[in-house]
């Protein structure tokens, strides 16, 4: 598939910050107890808050000319791991797996935060980590609307290197606290776009 530069250089730091964050949060999830897949006897045991997600909602905030792009590649994803889940309407969910998207994560997949519950106060990476759940979706949801929405992503060069090294720095953070959980969904190797 032949993508115009604009193109390519959109998926290419979409991919790139939206990977970065996937670790980040795979690292979080070994560390806190939030996450929905890991709680018992709930409707979201085994699949976590991707439960009640379906395609369209999957790919809400892809937008800008990248968009026709980052879906085409997501399906191209997802054919790597055949089947379906029986738990979850994402058709990029698998059983015993997790989602299959890794980097091709939308928006709102890769900012949500299963530990934050604001209408009861609830916030366990500030509680555990220091960092508001509130402003790291906020500034996930900014960067990258930002990069999908660019109509110059040339420009993006030091902003991206900005980010990602931000988000490494958080991954950092992270990684001090100790591994309160060894159980975790089996990890996909993501190949490079």
């Known amino acids: 598939m032949a993508m115009v530069n604009t193109e390519a250089t959109i998926v290419s730091q979409y991919t790139t910050v939206v990977g970065a964050l996937d670790q980040m949060f795979q690292e979080m999830d070994l560390r806190s107890n939030g996450s929905l897949w890991r709680w018992k006897n709930s409707p979201f045991e085994g699949v976590g808050s991707c439960k009640y997600i379906s395609k369209s909602p999957s790919e809400s905030g892809l937008v800008g000319p990248a968009r026709n792009t980052l879906i085409e590649l997501r399906q191209q994803r997802v054919k790597d791991f055949p089947g379906s889940s029986s738990v979850s309407s994402c058709p990029y969910h698998r059983e015993n797996h997790g989602c299959v998207l890794g980097n091709l994560k939308s ?83 993501i190949s490079k776009i």
């Open 107 to 189: 928006p709102l997949c890769i900012s949500h935060i299963d530990g934050y519950d604001p209408m009861a106060g609830y916030d366990e990476l500030r509680d555990r980590f220091g960092i508001k759940s509130n402003h790291l979706t906020s500034d996930i949801s900014w960067i990258l609307r930002s990069i999908l929405e660019s109509n110059d992503p040339t420009q993006n060069s030091q902003f991206i290197s900005e980010a990602c090294n931000g988000i490494s720095q958080m991954t950092q953070h992270i990684k001090r606290f100790p591994i309160l959980h060894t159980d975790k969904p089996t990890q996909v190797a």
